[in-house]
Antibody, heavy 120, light 108 residues
C-alpha cells in the first residue's frame, strides 16, 4: 500500500525558514517523480515544486529562489526547504507522487498534509 | 502564464447530473486531470488523461474534452460527491503544473 506521510509543519515568523519532510513507503521511491502541492485556507490547490527521479527540479515563479525541493532515495524521503517565508505561504502542504503522460504531469497518491503557518 | 478557468460553484439536486467545466488554451494540446477534495481530506485523482478513470473511482464520474474546454460530468450525483473539484494540466514546457481555481460542488 502506497503511503506518504508529511512532517515538519508548524508556526514560523515572517522571514523565517522551515523544512518539510515526506516519508514514502509501499512503492519504489527512487523510480518516481515527487511533488509538493499546497492549499491555503479559502483558496485552491497550488503546485509548489517537483523533483524527477534523477534529481531534476522544477518550481513555479511564486516560490522559485525561496523554496528548494530535494530527495534522499536511500531513506525513501522527500524534503522541502522553505526560506524567506511570507504570510502568503501559510497553507497545508501535501506531498504527492507524480506520474507523466504525453508531456503532462499528474499525481496519483497524496499524503495527509502538514500545516505551515507564517505569522508573527 | 498558463491559466485554467473553472466556475467557482455548481449546484445540483441529488440524483441529477453535474457538469464542471475547465477552460484553457493549452488544453487543446495537453491532457487534463481532475481531483476531488473533501473538507479536511487530501485530494483524490478522479480522472486522468482527459477521460480515464482510476481504479476505485465510481463509473458515474466521466471526463471529456473538446478543444480548449474539458468537462467533468458526474451522473446520478450522490451526497458524498459534495466536494471541491480541481482541473489540472501542464504548461507548454511540460514541467510546470497548473491547477484551475476549483469548483465547489453543492448537492441539494
Amino acid at each position: 500500500e502506497v503511503q506518504l506521510v508529511e512532517s515538519g509543519g508548524g508556526l514560523v515568523q515572517p522571514g523565517g525558514s522551515l523544512r518539510l519532510s515526506c516519508a514514502a513507503s509501499g512503492f519504489t521511491f527512487s523510480s518516481y517523480d515527487m511533488h509538493w502541492v499546497r492549499r491555503a485556507t479559502g483558496k485552491g490547490l497550488e503546485w509548489v515544486s517537483g523533483i524527477g527521479s534523477v534529481g531534476d527540479t522544477y518550481y513555479p515563479g511564486s516560490v522559485k529562489g525561496r523554496f528548494t525541493i530535494s530527495r534522499e532515495n536511500a531513506r525513501n524521503s522527500l524534503y522541502l526547504q522553505m526560506n524567506s517565508l511570507r504570510a502568503g505561504d501559510t497553507a497545508v502542504y501535501y506531498c504527492a507522487r507524480g506520474l507523466a503522460a504525453a508531456d503532462t504531469l499528474y499525481f496519483d497518491y497524496w499524503g495527509q498534509g502538514t500545516l505551515v503557518t507564517v505569522s508573527s | 502564464s498558463y491559466e485554467l478557468t473553472q466556475p467557482p460553484s455548481v449546484s445540483v439536486s441529488l440524483g441529477q447530473m453535474a457538469r464542471i467545466t475547465c477552460s484553457g488554451e493549452g488544453l487543446a494540446k495537453k491532457y487534463a486531470y481532475w481531483y476531488q477534495q473533501k473538507p479536511g481530506q487530501f485530494p483524490v485523482l478522479v480522472i486522468y488523461k482527459d477521460s480515464e478513470r482510476p481504479s476505485g473511482i465510481p463509473e458515474r464520474f466521466y471526463g471529456s474534452s473538446a478543444g480548449t474546454i474539458v468537462t467533468l460530468t458526474i451522473s446520478g450525483v450522490q451526497a458524498e460527491d459534495e466536494a471541491d473539484y480541481y482541473c489540472s494540466s501542464t504548461d507548454s514546457s511540460g514541467t510546470l503544473v497548473v491547477f484551475g481555481g476549483g469548483t465547489k460542488l453543492t448537492v441539494l
